[in-house]
């Protein structure tokens, strides 16, 4: 079946790095627009990214523009989130999600603080 597995996350200083992973199996990963999404406790899910199945295009929420990358690689199945200059306000539990069917990766908690 479809399934969704992430990889990276962690805590990091304000302003550094982080790249998430999520290697899909289970379906034709080319064939599926992809996104990440986070949540913070107490508080909806959050759609932060999104890229098609062709990669043409990638949409972000306001508040990580030009400070974070979707993109993916079709050759592994493999979905990526780049994170730079990381805010205490990216803390939250992230997601990867294929829309169609609704599959979601287990999460993932990324922790930014000094």
């Known amino acids: 079946q479809a399934q969704l597995v992430q990889s990276g996350g962690g805590l990091v200083q304000p302003g550094g790095s982080l790249r998430l992973s999520c290697v899909a199996s289970g379906f034709i990963f080319s064939r599926f627009n992809m996104q990440w999404y986070r949540q913070i406790p107490g508080k909806e899910r959050e759609l932060v990214a999104h890229i098609s199945y062709n990669g043409a295009a990638g949409n972000y929420t306001d508040s990580v523009k030009g400070r974070f990358t979707i993109s993916r690689d079709d050759t592994t199945s493999t979905l990526f989130l780049q994170m730079n200059n990381l805010k205490p306000e990216d803390t939250a539990v992230y997601y990867c999600?294929?829309?169609?069917?609704?599959?979601w990766g287990q999460g993932t908690q990324v922790t930014v603080s000094s």
């Open positions: 999600a294929r829309p169609a069917g609704n599959i």
